[in-house]
């Protein structure tokens, strides 16, 4: 009797897990190039994506692009993530993204949320803030700030999503 209650409860909190996913909201942003993009559509082939928030003032934000950049071919390669960057620098500052960008050689997609609307709709507070999706575009896994190393718990993130197909 226990064990049947038991997978009765595992059972309901799987599905109401599920169904509390939080999905990617419909807001739309542009990209550097200007053209709109709305959040809902982001996808990358039914494989995990990540979405980096961070401001060209934020030097732990660029740190953590940085350290990415370094191993984003062979993650890649390995899992097939795809790592979409937001800038949420004031619209003001919007002009310095896309040269900070080039600088830094970064090859990501970047998005413009010049009023943190996107950020906000995920709970993030402060910056870096980092938010990791399925394949299905389901939010599974929140981080906010950098320390040194912290990437490699992003791509245990998309290793694991892997790993439950």
């Known amino acids: 009797m226990k064990r049947i209650l038991f997978s009765a409860a ?6 109401l897990g599920e169904a509390m996913a939080q999905k990617l909201p419909q807001i739309t942003l542009k990209d550097i ?4 993009v709305r959040v809902d559509t982001l996808a990358n082939d039914g494989k995990p994506f990540i979405i980096d928030f961070f401001a060209t003032w934020c030097k732990p934000c660029n740190r953590e692009l940085d350290a990415i950049a370094e191993v984003y071919e062979e ?9 979409f960057a937001v800038s949420i620098d004031r619209a003001q500052n919007m002009n310095k993204v896309k040269p ?17 609307e996107l950020r906000r709709t995920f709970g993030g507070e402060l910056i870096p803030y980092v938010v990791v999706c399925d394949g299905q575009g389901n939010v599974v896994y929140k ?20 790993a439950e197909k």
């Open 33 to 36: 190039s200007g053209k709109s």
């Open 100 to 116: 900070l960008v080039d600088n830094h050689g970064w090859t990501y997609d970047v998005l413009l949320d010049p009023n943190s």
């Open 75 to 83: 993650w890649q390669e390995e899992t097939g993530v795809k790592l």
């Open 143 to 162: 981080h906010n700030g950098y320390t040194d190393g912290a990437e490699e718990e992003l791509i245990e993130k998309v290793r694991e999503l892997l």
């Open 10 to 15: 595992l059972l309901l909190l799987t599905f």
